[in-house]
């Protein structure tokens, strides 16, 4: 199931990374979300956080290498923090351990 998750969630990456890349497409809002969402469901469906985080936030990073400005660099931190939000969500309603 966790590989399964991670092919998901590089595919949905690679969408983001895809969509961003577009010739006028300049809603810097709509990426962030959108690597908030993903992330925090990757990591809510059982991926690790740091795992599904960088599958996500990689292929917009190779994409958009080069071509970004400093920008970018906030990239990995809001799709850390949609993992982490999905890792504390799952471990909640796992409920207390025994």
Do not use: F, H, Q, Y
Not at 16 to 29: E, F, K, L, Q, Y
Not at 84 to 90: F, W
């Amino acid at each position: 199931m966790s590989r399964l998750v991670g092919v998901l969630a590089l595919a949905a990456g690679g969408v983001i990374a895809w969509v961003d890349t577009r010739p006028g497409w300049d809603d810097t809002g709509v990426t962030a979300g959108a690597l908030l969402i993903v992330t925090g469901v990757a990591a809510l469906a059982g991926l690790r956080w740091w795992i599904a985080a960088v599958l996500v936030v990689g292929p917009l990073l190779l994409a958009e290498i080069g071509s970004a400005g400093w920008g970018l660099a906030l990239a990995p931190t809001i799709a850390v923090a949609g993992a982490l939000g999905g890792a504390l969500l799952r471990r909640v309603a796992a409920g207390p351990r025994r």
